[in-house]
């Protein structure tokens, strides 16, 4: 987890979406956010800690980030990722 906290803390602070992988570079999880780092570094406050969260950490190995060039436009990526992906940790599109 350590590894992953460090991780957090170089991902770009624009728009995009975060996709955690975990072994054999499995899709984990895909989101969006406004702030990549921000939004990931919320996983890492203790209050943040929910089922999906702990489960995330715990399987996690990196974090790809993929900046877009606006909101709209990470909310188009992480449906066709989810879509293609179908990660364990998204609720189904």
Known sequence: MTEL???ARTLPDQPG??????????????GKAQSIRKRVASYFRDEALDHKS??????G??????VTASESEAL?????????????????L
């Open 5 to 7: 906290r460090d991780q």
């Open 17 to 30: 979406v975060y996709v955690w992988r975990g072994e054999d570079d499995a899709v984990l999880y895909v």
């Open 54 to 59: 702990r489960g995330l950490l715990a399987r």
């Open 61 to 66: 190995v990196w974090i790809e980030p993929i």
């Open 76 to 92: 188009l990526l992480e449906q066709r990722l989810v879509k293609r992906h179908l990660p364990p940790f998204n609720v189904r």
